[in-house]
């Protein structure tokens, strides 16, 4: 358990079982308050899922956020200081995704990948961290998300992986700039997660790929990033952590 309420930003939260909404469950377990962001969801998710948390015996609020603005990371961290106060922990869990290869990657494809997967997470990540006021014992938690881009190729998804990809750089990068303020960066990549998109048949295709015997669940990453938001994270930061239960490429 924190000590003392911490606040925490998670994005893309716009479903009841995505790795998003394992996370705010997670860190309302551990005391902190959540505030949490979504985008195109049922019209009824905010409001069941803010209940949720409150009954967690937290203070919670939700924004709907489109990243791909230009001005949104701005907007979000001023929206959650004015509702909240200072964040001292942020989860860039939001992404975009389409399929393209080659053949269809064009102009647009890229741009929509970069502003949601690099120029929101890139922004949010620095404001973050100059807001951030480090008082006596305080401490700062960026987690991001990334998807195994460099484990091995990830055919058909070439803006995806690349602009993922781009957010491992960055995190090493701002991990040194920020640590002397009290802040640690990591990267999180869970793997193949279910999280509801997957069909039958992928499931069954990828089943014996998974060596420890079952497909990767929302609250396996949860736990993780749990554990790096918590005071007992203190001396991990810059890393990219592959966190897929021993998932073999083929």
Known sequence: MFVQEKIAIVTGVSHAHGIGAAVCRKLAANGCA???????????????????????????????VDLSEPHAPFELLDMVESKMGLPTIL???????????YQQLDVQT???????????TFLLCVEFARR??????????VINMTSGQAQGPMLE?????????????????LSAEVAPLGITVNAVNPG???TGWMTADFKQELSSQF????????EDAAHLI?????????????????????????
């Open 157 to 173: 998804e070439l803006a995806y992986g690349a602009t993922k990809a781009a957010i491992s750089g960055f995190t090493l990068t």
């Open 132 to 141: 951030f006021k480090k008082a006596e014992g305080s401490a700062g938690r």
């Open 226 to 250: 749990g554990f790096l938001a918590s005071d007992e994270a203190e001396w991990i930061t810059g890393q990219v952590i592959n966190s897929e239960g021993g998932f073999l490429r083929k």
């Open 110 to 120: 890229l741009d929509n990948h970069y502003a949601v997967n690099m120029r929101a």
């Open 91 to 101: 989860v860039n869990n939001a992404a975009y995704s389409t399929r393209d290869g």
């Open 34 to 64: 959540i505030f949490f962001t979504y985008w195109e969801a049922s019209p009824d998710w905010a409001t069941t899922f803010q209940k949720e948390m409150l009954e967690l015996g937290v203070r919670c609020a939700g924004f709907e």
């Open 192 to 194: 193949p997660t279910d």
């Open 211 to 218: 060596l420890m015997g079952r497909m990767g669940m929302p």
